[in-house]
């Protein structure tokens, strides 16, 4: 990706305090203790704020960039095992899909809305206070963080999948049953999975009955939020009632290493060849690496793609 890094600066004003308390708080460590080892629940107090009220999501539509990048969303039913495609061939509009998101059976999800002139401001002080909370472990190693405000139907699934990003999910409206599993375990991650995404496939990530037994189950209401992992599993069950939620998410620089040795390991085994898995050693993860790097610059050479639009990123102070 080709961005343009800006630091978030603070505004005059405290936007991380509503009805006189922070919005986001740590008295124990928890986001440190926990930090990319394990999920844990923590609470907010977004919960009832009008920014996310659905008024104001449409007008916040509007304003994004019309450009894919900025907008994703499915109609109609899905099950847990779906590729993110199902639900996009023949959809309504994304401010219709909003609009009707209480019985149309859809999922929104609006990206970089940390640098909406409106509701920025209070993003980027979440995205700050993440990192501050975390230390230098996590601040260390961002390259840029996100914010995604999805909004989703009544009883709404959201398909068996893993992400790059370390993220942290904040529930702000409307509840839902969160399933988390353990990234650690090799019966619930293969390396396989990891592989065909870290190679371009979103939906790598297969869910199956023998692996819900070894899941976290959160009980997620507004005001509360989950950590997940890089690459930790996870699939969502909305309640009986809309669902806005955001999605706070951090590129790393150390997933990024990692990536390239999945990548080369994805192809290594198209050879035949049985690959160590990234992590047993930091010298053949650095040799990996290398090669990956370059071999996709050769792939570049010989068929370059189009440059990517450039647009502001968020970036720690």
Request: proline share 8%; hydrophobic share 35%; net charge neutral.
């Amino acid at each position: 990706m080709h961005a343009t890094p800006t630091p978030a600066t603070a505004p005059n004003h405290d936007p991380l305090r509503q009805n006189g308390r922070p919005v986001l708080n740590d008295p124990n460590g928890d986001f440190a203790r926990h930090y990319n080892r394990q999920s844990f629940c923590f609470e907010h107090g977004l919960k009832g704020n009008p920014l996310f009220e659905l008024d104001s999501l449409v007008e916040l539509s509007k304003r994004l960039p019309a450009h894919p990048d900025f907008a994703y969303w499915s109609n109609g039913r899905v099950s847990i095992n779906d590729p993110w495609e199902k639900g996009m061939a023949e959809r309504y509009s994304l401010q219709d899909t909003i609009r009707g998101i209480a019985d149309n059976n859809s999922i929104v999800i609006m990206k970089h809305t940390e640098q909406d002139p409106v509701i920025g401001p209070v993003l980027q002080e979440i995205l700050s206070k993440f990192v501050e909370y975390s230390g230098a472990q996590m601040r260390d190693d961002v390259i840029v963080g996100e914010s995604l405000i999805l909004v989703s139907s009544p009883n709404r699934i959201t398909p068996y999948h893993f992400d790059a990003e370390l993220n942290y999910l904040v529930q702000v409206t409307g509840d839902k049953t969160f399933h988390v599993f353990d990234h650690t375990k090799a019966q619930q991650v293969t390396d396989e999975e990891l592989e065909g995404y870290f190679s371009g496939a979103p939906s790598a990530a297969r869910y199956g009955e023998a692996k819900q037994a070894h899941a976290t189950v959160y009980d997620l209401k507004a005001g509360q939020g989950i950590h997940i992992p890089v690459t930790a599993p996870h699939w969502v069950q909305n309640g009986d009632n809309i669902s806005v939620a955001l999605s706070i998410n951090y590129e790393l620089k150390s997933v990024a290493q990692r990536a390239k040795s999945y990548w080369l390991n994805h192809r290594l085994r198209k050879l035949g060849i049985n690959p160590s898995s990234p992590g047993r050693s930091a010298m053949l993860d650095g040799m990996k690496a290398a090669s990956a790097t370059s071999l996709q610059g050769l792939r570049g050479l010989l068929k370059p793609a189009p440059p990517p639009p450039t647009w502001q990123v968020w970036t720690p102070r």
